[in-house]
């Protein structure tokens, strides 16, 4: 059995161009670049028979599903647990750096949510996936599904960048990454989709 699960990260949005960190549900929107590179994934997974996508209820994300529910004709489904960080304190302040990266200890002293919360959010939604599914969510609970599926741990989080209007392909069933933040539809991604 398989469950190829296809996470986009919402595209370029006003908070990525500010430098902020936001949990702020619909304040900041999708720029035209970010509106653009939704586009440009949509014509590139045209053929990957997705069947729905999810997103995260935040305005960049549900922007960016609106895109590619129109582009492909399929239905669109809000799911809480692929929400934003909660960042507590830092909440819509620009942030040197990645918060996969802030120590762990200061992070919990401001009130920001842990990559094991993200984990248990994440892994609950992935449970219930169905096969061929799009999910337009932020970037750390991209880099939790990863962790799900590889077992790394936040230490080992820290290389991996998931860039705005990019693409990770995994498969929920057989424990395999196939690509991460990638932009462009390599050859294992389109052989990945085109299995009965």
Known sequence: MTRRL??????ESESNRLGLISNCRDRYHLLEEGKE???F??????????KVVYTSPYARARESAEIISSNLG?????DERLRETDYGQLNNTVMVGRVIDMDPE???????????????RTDSFMSGCPD????VTHGLVVRAAVS?????????????????GSMTLLDAD???????????????????????
Request: hydrophobic share 40%; proline share 2%.
């Open 6 to 11: 296809l996470f986009i990260r919402h595209g």
């Open 37 to 39: 590179q939704i586009n």
């Open 41 to 50: 994934i949509s014509e590139h997974i045209h053929n990957f028979g997705l």
């Open 74 to 78: 399929i239905p669109i489904i809000a």
């Open 106 to 120: 200061m992070a919990r002293e401001r009130g920001v949510e842990s990559l094991e919360s993200h984990r248990l």
């Open 132 to 135: 061929r599914s799009a999910i």
């Open 148 to 164: 799900i599926i590889t077992g790394i741990g936040q230490d080992e989080m820290g290389g991996i960048h998931i860039r705005p």
């Open 174 to 196: 057989l424990k395999k990454v196939y690509s991460i933040g990638n932009f462009l539809v390599s050859g294992r991604m389109q052989k990945t989709f085109s299995l009965d």
